[in-house]
């Protein structure tokens, strides 16, 4: 399978892909095509592993690594105790039609641990198929869950390096000590005066710097992302929709090729547009509801086409949500412009020009066709946390609440009673404060004395992964202003 750039242009395999992260151009890498997933072979994955599931979905797009190769990959990803559940993405029925996809019994308790446990084996293999011997420097911007998960995947992976850009007061108290306890030789951690897309401009900024790129490559090492704008963390994730499906075919929930709904919480898209490709090979996906929180702006770009950031950006209990401009959505409008590359590439400019882009009536009317947009203010998010205790004795997390929210308001919109499967980006235990405020109205000034007090008033035990964090030692406190990230991490380096 070759991978082009959604600027158009450009051609490459798919190691190459997860090894560079982002083409020359600045756009992102798209598989030629979607290989298609015949139902029979989806009936075939009810009765496998996670792991197994996983190698049939990979090795449909790395067709430059073995199965061999991928298999040991998903071996050191999911196999080697990492998670605390055996299933790796367990489902969850809260009732008869409607399901939890729990994608957060990782390290790190979020979604994102499902590609990033994975995406350093094949970054590493990358490396090795395309002779590449300077060290593969990761750099990522992160609203909070992302720093940690990379963090944890990459540290002390031989040949590799990890760099981590936070918004100093855009993160929870739990994801900052996450991030800052990390172990690991080969990790730093910087914050950053700003907001996400402070951190993610500039990160995408040192990317597209030939200047930068050369410095680096004096000292022997060569840019690579771990963020949602890498293929590898894509593909990984393409996997639970399947999963999922199976899952819900093997408890008889459904029959087979019956169509089901996915409520996705979105920030950056990446996560919801694995879904989008998923249901391009041929899982049977009736609609894709994106959910946002205040700050929805693609609430909006789905209603009317038109994509905008003028507006404020909000912080809310949901932060790995708050972005205002959702990197992966140019994947999707790749697709939607037919693949055309300069199409993609005079948005984007428009975007980055004017703050705001129109996609015009037909191509939205076939967005619309697969995608729901709605979203959640503070006080409907910490309402459903309450109304879903209430009712069904589960604890949702901040971000899984904003979708549940959503899929209520989708169905009384809508009158699609189709089975829904809600994705659970996060353990509550990231965001014990805001969820025990949800629950009981208030909340305490220490996120771990918040922790335990969830746990006492709701008997879910507080995960292994995080337990102890409090007193784990700081091991980095490097600050930065968004102007000065490339000295910033020049810096970390010469440490
Ligand atoms: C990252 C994240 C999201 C958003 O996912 P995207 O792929 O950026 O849309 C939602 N919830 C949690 C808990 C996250 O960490």
């Given at each position: 399978?070759?991978?082009?750039?959604?600027?158009?242009?450009?051609?490459?395999?798919?190691?190459?892909?997860?090894?560079?992260?982002?083409?020359?151009?600045?756009?992102?890498?798209?598989?030629?095509?979607?290989?298609?997933?015949?139902?029979?072979?989806?009936?075939?994955?009810?009765?496998?592993?996670?792991?197994?599931?996983?190698?049939?979905?990979?090795?449909?797009?790395?067709?430059?690594?073995?199965?061999?190769?991928?298999?040991?990959?998903?071996?050191?990803?999911?196999?080697?105790?990492?998670?605390?559940?055996?299933r790796i993405a367990p489902l969850h029925a809260l009732d008869d039609s409607t399901f939890m996809l729990e994608l957060f019994h990782g390290p790190t308790?979020?979604?994102?641990?499902?590609?990033?446990?994975?995406?350093?084996?094949?970054?590493?293999?990358?490396?090795?198929?395309?002779?590449?011997?300077?060290?593969?420097?990761?750099?990522?911007?992160?609203?909070?869950?992302?720093?940690?998960?990379?963090?944890?995947?990459?540290?002390?992976?031989?040949?590799?390096?990890?760099?981590?850009?936070?918004?100093?007061?855009?993160?929870?108290?739990?994801?900052?000590?996450?991030?800052?306890?990390?172990?690991?030789?080969?990790?730093?951690?910087?914050?950053?005066?700003?907001?996400?897309?402070?951190?993610?401009?500039?990160?995408?900024?040192?990317?597209?710097?030939?200047?930068?790129?050369?410095?680096?490559?004096?000292?022997?090492?060569?840019?690579?992302?771990?963020?949602?704008?890498?293929?590898?963390?894509?593909?990984?994730?393409?996997?639970?929709?399947?999963?999922?499906?199976?899952?819900?075919?093997?408890?008889?929930?459904?029959?087979?090729?019956?169509?089901?709904?996915?409520?996705?919480?979105?920030?950056?898209?990446?996560?919801?547009?694995?879904?989008?490709?998923?249901?391009?090979?041929?899982?049977?996906?009736?609609?894709?509801?994106?959910?946002?929180?205040?700050?929805?702006?693609?609430?909006?770009?789905?209603?009317?086409?038109?994509?905008?950031?003028?507006?404020?950006?909000?912080?809310?209990?949901?932060?790995?949500?708050?972005?205002?401009?959702?990197?992966?959505?140019?994947?999707?409008?790749?697709?939607?412009?037919?693949?055309?590359?300069?199409?993609?590439?005079?948005?984007?400019?428009?975007?980055?020009?004017?703050?705001?882009?129109?996609?015009?009536?037909?191509?939205?009317?076939?967005?619309?066709?697969?995608?729901?947009?709605?979203?959640?203010?503070?006080?409907?998010?910490?309402?459903?946390?309450?109304?879903?205790?209430?009712?069904?004795?589960?604890?949702?997390?901040?971000?899984?609440?904003?979708?549940?929210?959503?899929?209520?308001?989708?169905?009384?919109?809508?009158?699609?009673?189709?089975?829904?499967?809600?994705?659970?980006?996060?353990?509550?235990?990231?965001?014990?404060?805001?969820?025990?405020?949800?629950?009981?109205?208030?909340?305490?000034?220490?996120?771990?004395?918040?922790?335990?007090?969830?746990?006492?008033?709701?008997?879910?035990?507080?995960?292994?992964?995080?337990?102890?964090?409090?007193?784990?030692?700081?091991?980095?406190?490097?600050?930065?202003?968004?102007?000065?990230?490339?000295?910033?991490?020049?810096?970390?380096?010469?440490?």
């Open positions: 399978m070759s991978f082009f750039s959604t600027r158009g242009g450009d051609c490459v395999t798919a190691s190459q892909a997860i090894l560079y992260g982002l083409a020359e151009n600045g756009g992102l890498y798209v598989p030629a095509m979607f290989p298609p997933v015949p139902i029979q072979k989806i009936r075939e994955m009810v009765g496998m592993t996670y792991r197994e599931r996983a190698l049939q979905v990979l090795r449909k797009f790395l067709e430059d690594y073995t199965n061999e190769e991928i298999d040991r990959a998903l071996g050191a990803a999911y196999g080697s105790g990492k998670f605390d559940d055996e308790l979020a979604f994102k641990d499902m590609a990033l446990q994975l995406l350093p084996h094949l970054t590493a293999l990358a490396a090795q198929k395309n002779d590449e011997k300077r060290e593969i420097a990761i750099l990522v911007a992160t609203s909070g869950d992302t720093g940690k998960a990379a963090l944890e995947g990459f540290k002390d992976v031989p040949g590799t390096s990890c760099t981590v850009f936070y918004p100093r007061d855009g993160v929870s108290r739990v994801q900052e000590l996450q991030m800052t306890t990390t172990k690991g030789e080969n990790t730093h951690v910087i914050s950053v005066q700003g907001n996400f897309d402070d951190a993610q401009t500039g990160v995408k900024a040192l990317f597209s710097s030939k200047d930068f790129r050369a410095r680096m490559d004096q000292m022997g090492k060569v840019l690579s992302s771990a963020n949602s704008i890498n293929f590898g963390r894509l593909v990984p994730q393409i996997v639970y929709y399947f999963s999922a499906y199976a899952d819900l075919v093997g408890r008889f929930a459904i029959g087979l090729g019956d169509k089901v709904n996915f409520v996705v919480p979105t920030g950056n898209f990446g996560n919801i547009l694995a879904a989008y490709y998923a249901k391009r090979m041929g899982l049977p996906i009736h609609k894709l509801i994106c959910a946002s929180n205040g700050n929805n702006v693609l609430t909006d770009f789905i209603h009317t086409g038109l994509y905008t950031t003028h507006r404020a950006f909000i912080k809310t209990s949901s932060p790995s949500m708050d972005i205002l401009i959702s990197s992966n959505l140019e994947r999707l409008l790749y697709e939607l412009a037919d693949r055309d590359g300069d199409l993609v590439n005079v948005w984007m400019k428009q975007l980055q020009e004017c703050g705001s882009y129109s996609i015009g009536q037909q191509r939205h009317e076939v967005m619309a066709a697969t995608f729901f947009g709605g979203c959640a203010n503070e006080r409907q998010t910490a309402a459903e946390i309450k109304r879903v205790y209430g009712k069904h004795h589960y604890v949702l997390d901040t971000h899984t609440a904003v979708a549940s929210h959503v899929l209520n308001e989708y169905r009384s919109q809508t009158d699609d009673h189709t089975p829904a499967v809600v994705v659970a980006t996060a353990s509550p235990y990231k965001f014990a404060g805001d969820v025990l405020d949800a629950l009981w109205g208030s909340k305490e000034a220490d996120d771990f004395i918040s922790q335990q007090k969830l746990c006492e008033l709701t008997g879910l035990k507080v995960p292994a992964q995080i337990a102890g964090l409090e007193s784990l030692p700081v091991r980095h406190e490097l600050f930065c202003e968004k102007e000065n990230m490339a000295q910033a991490v020049l810096r970390a380096f010469e440490k």
